[in-house]
């Protein structure tokens, strides 16, 4: 038998510094509402990027955007070899590499933890079920959750639905995960077991988009941290210069009223 | 059947004998199959309204989910009808109205109307108890988190997807109270078939006092009827509302 050299892995390898996603003068307003006002932003393969910013400056809109789920007037969004602006966009290849968690978790209620897990492999990808199961219940195992595969999401805490949540949007291989606030929602002691699922994640080389209010974990995870407010990207960086010597006067107000 | 009719036979036959009371479709093989003939008729006629009923319902509430402006314009003109005129009259309209325009099939000799009294009362009663399917499914499916279904939309599943396995599932147990409600009316609004000569329970026991003159039992038999078969749906939804309940949201 001859063996089959892991390509992805060899690629990552080769160009760390792979550009994925790339947003280019970002404009979005709801109606009269200017929300995005001209964002820019690279994420390279493998990177962890994290937005921080004052609640309604944009986050949650910014990074829906990149999975098409929210329109936008102007401006471009480059994921791998897509378009997402483009009016012939394939969503369904575009939502394959690009998946999102949400601070709700969103499970699909009248479903095991497992099928919520098998759903999209299934019927998106249309993929063989006994495969789609045995990597399901890896899945679940991954975030900690063997054992709960029969489980509801209503019968499941916070913290379970949405490491779910995770598990789910894994099945399809995305190559980029959305984190959007996903422990804002979570009691103190069940945002520490969603993070570690985070930082596993993070670590196996999985490029992450984290908006979240999760200072310290920003901090270590982070390659890159961007802070918006009113719609702007005010200040990037590493995470030291950013949370060590913010230079922007709005950067320096925001962590001072969280520390 | 006939072992139902030997087992009850000498218990009715009995009581009439010694009483007067005479409930001979019990007793009496040419009656009995009088009586067999009008429930299996009643319970079709309902089950086959029902069916049709939630299919109009659905198909119904889905249209209004669509943009063309004047497909639900259509389907509101159609509840605001149907919700707002007596079901007898929809019956009479369909059977005596439509009916005459109904094509004739050559039967070999004489001609049929291709649609019989039935098949009209199914029509009829269908469509008018789909006119508040169509309400009671659109509630449900409003009533669904949008949130839910963006999670769907956000894992690659397009529109009908979401619909046929989130939409419609959730939005089915959410108004399933009210739809039991709805259903169980309708199955009594099917004994109105009687005015457009269905053979269901009250024709047939109509045809069996005109000949024996029993007619305080026959309407007992036939209210009994209702009773039991009323009762067994609204168990069976009930049932249904109970294992659809979604797990760990306990009220
Ligand atoms: N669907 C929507 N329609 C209208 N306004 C919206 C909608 N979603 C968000 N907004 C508005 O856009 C702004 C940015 O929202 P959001 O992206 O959720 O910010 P953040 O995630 O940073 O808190 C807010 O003022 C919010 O009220
Ligand atoms: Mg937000």
Redesign the pocket.
Same mark, same amino acid.
């Given at each position: 038998m001859q063996s089959i050299p892991d390509n992805s892995a060899v690629s990552l390898a080769a160009s760390p510094s792979m550009v994925t996603v790339s947003i280019r003068d970002l404009h979005l307003s709801? *109606?009269k $509402?200017e !929300?995005i006002k001209g964002v820019s932003l690279d994420i390279r393969r493998g990177e962890v990027v994290c937005i921080i *910013?004052? =609640? *309604?400056?944009?986050? =949650? %809109? $910014?990074i829906?955007c990149i999975n098409g789920l %929210?329109p936008f007037q102007s401006g471009s969004i480059t994921v791998g070899d897509q378009q997402v602006g483009d009016a012939k966009l394939d969503k369904i290849r575009l939502r394959r590499k690009v998946g999102i968690v949400f601070q709700q978790y969103n499970l699909f209620p009248h479903k095991t933890a497992l099928q919520n897990v098998m759903m999209a492999p299934l019927k998106v990808l249309k993929e063989p079920r006994a495969e789609v199961e045995r990597r399901a219940r890896e899945l679940l195992a991954k975030v900690r959750l063997a054992g709960k595969e029969d489980s509801f999401p209503g019968e499941l805490s916070g913290g379970q639905q949405q490491r779910v949540a995770i598990a789910r949007s894994l099945a399809m291989r995305p190559e980029i995960m959305l984190f959007?606030?996903v422990t804002a929602a979570l009691d103190p002691e069940t945002v520490q077991e969603v993070l570690l699922t985070i930082r596993e994640l993070a670590e196996d080389g999985m490029t992450c988009v984290l !908006?979240t209010h999760e200072m310290a974990f920003a901090r270590e995870v982070a390659d890159h941290v961007y802070f918006?407010d009113g *719609?702007k990207i005010v200040e990037h960086g590493p995470p030291e210069e950013i949370f060590g010597s913010p230079q922007d006067e709005r950067t320096q107000r925001f962590l001072s009223r969280l520390l | 059947m006939d072992a139902i009719l030997t087992l009850i036979a000498p218990f009715f036959r009995d009581l009439y004998e010694t009483t007067g009371i005479n409930f001979n479709v019990f007793y009496d093989p040419y009656q009995f199959k009088r009586f067999l003939i009008g429930a299996e008729n009643s319970i079709l006629l309902i089950l086959a309204a029902i069916l049709l009923s939630v299919i109009v319902g659905v198909a119904g509430a889905a249209i209004q989910q669509s943009r063309s402006t004047w497909l639900r314009w259509l389907v509101g003109g159609y509840i605001q009808l149907f919700r707002n005129t007596p079901p007898m009259v929809q019956l009479l309209f369909f059977y005596f109205g439509l009916g005459a325009y109904a094509p004739q099939v050559d039967m070999g000799g004489y001609y049929q109307p291709m649609v019989s009294a039935f098949g009209w009362a199914v029509i009829a009663l269908g469509i008018f108890g789909g006119a508040f399917n169509v309400e009671i499914f659109r509630s449900g499916i409003e009533a669904v988190p949008k949130a839910t279904l963006e999670a769907a939309e956000s894992l690659g599943f397009k529109p009908w997807q979401t619909f046929v396995y989130f939409t419609l599932p959730l939005a089915f147990r959410i108004c399933l109270p009210a739809l039991t409600t709805n259903l169980v009316s309708l199955a009594k609004t099917t004994s109105l078939a009687y005015v457009i000569s269905v053979p269901e329970m009250a024709n047939m026991l109509n045809q069996v006092w005109s000949s024996t003159f029993n007619i305080p039992e026959m309407m007992a038999v036939l209210f009994c009827f209702y009773v039991g078969v009323v009762w067994l749906l609204a168990a069976f939804l009930h049932w249904l509302e109970r294992r659809l309940r979604l797990r760990g949201y306990s009220k």
């Open positions: 709801y *109606g $509402l !929300v *910013g004052p =609640s *309604g400056s944009g986050k =949650s %809109t $910014l829906r %929210t959007d606030e !908006v918006t *719609g | -």
